[in-house]
């Protein structure tokens, strides 16, 4: 039984952190609810800053999880722009602020999220260089993107990984011109595959946009402080205007990682290890979001997801773990993104390797089609694109670890739900 007197202490004010707070008083929890944040805004979501927002579709209150008067209505206790710099797990406190305020925890849960990787390259000191994580970076780039677009302005992209080709995309409906600079032969490589990849590819060069593959950036060129060119490690140079690092991220464990709790190898990603209760090396600390590295059954392996929907649930069910309900975190990963007239939405998890076989089913020349990465018959993975109310379906078939017909789940005649076991 949780006592009213205890206090939950949630690091990292992003979507998981925010509605971790929301679920635990959803469920009853009578204690403190302490919400601390390094950034002044409160919490928000993050996909409207490379879509929506970033275009001007959106509103700026659009992207926020609450609005402000919720969490002092709901009694949460919310530290904004209060940067966490210590967990002391003997004595059960977490250290934030620049005066050493420190507040005692009864569960804590680490909902820090991950930062853009930087351009190790001369020349990323320029005011024309540019990440995208934060709300303050995409007030920024928009007000970029609409001055290029007005002066016919070139935008060059290190990266055709989602954020490069939301932000392409976005650019050239400013009317900027735009260089996507990526090392694989094509987008998206290590998520898609160059099946699907190319297609990507294409969709862009109709749109404008050029690609520079199988290269990096050595250095970003600019005088008086402002960027002029980005040259490539090929001997190529690129006149441009400014420059986004679109190059990953990267999880935030550093304050776990002092604090001795387990850090996954490169090979899972890295983040915070977790059960699969979300519960680190230490029982009364949790983590969820970009930065927890949780073990899935279903892939047996060991994930870090960086997506929204990870954000959403994981926050959730973080929360009533620590209110020691019975929880098991194995949600299908799913992300989405809208770029020009494509809508798509991913389910599932086949990096390169891990598959025998893509299967279409619709017409992929239209850009009308689910794709199927399949081993030995067995659904891993699902895109589908431009066509809609079918996830459910998708996330059926890949839980349901089991091989279908490929030749019946490429046919559009024979009804999808008809082929899961």
Known sequence: MVDADQTFVIVGGGLAGAKAAETLRAEGFSGRVILICDERDHPYERPP?????????????????????????????????????????????????????????????????AEPRRLDIPGTGLAGVHHLRRLAHAERLKGVLAHLGRDNGHLVIAGAGWIGLEVAAAAREYGAEVTVVEPSATPLHAVLGPELGQLFAELHRERGVRFHFGARLTEIVGQDGMVLAARTDDGEEHPCHDVLAAIGAAPRVSLAEAAGLEIAGREHGGGIVVDERLRTSDPDIHAAGDVAAFP???????????????????????????????????????????????????????????????????????????????????????????????????QRLIRAKAPVDTEALADPRVPLESLVP
């Open 296 to 394: 899935h059954a279903l892939f047996d392996t060991r994930l870090r997801v960086e997506h929204w929907a990870n954000a959403l649930n994981g926050g959730p069910a973080a929360a009533r773990a620590m209110l020691g309900k019975d929880v098991t975190y194995d949600r299908v990963p799913y992300f989405f993104s809208d770029q020009y007239d494509l809508g798509m939405e991913y389910s599932g998890w086949a990096p390169p390797g891990s598959y025998d076989e893509v299967v279409i089913r619709g017409d992929a020349g239209k850009r009308e089609f689910i794709a199927f990465w399949a081993k030995q018959g067995r659904v891993l993975a699902g895109m589908n694109v431009n066509v809609w109310d079918v996830t459910e379906t998708v």
């Open 49 to 113: 800053l490379s879509k929506g927002y970033l275009l001007g579709k959106d509103e700026r209150d659009s992207v926020f999880v609450h609005e402000p008067a919720w969490y002092a209505r709901n009694d949460v206790e919310l530290h904004l722009g209060q940067t966490v710099v210590a967990i002391d797990r003997a004595a059960k406190t977490v250290h934030y602020g620049d005066d050493g305020t420190h507040v005692r925890y009864d569960k804590l849960l680490l909902a820090t999220g």
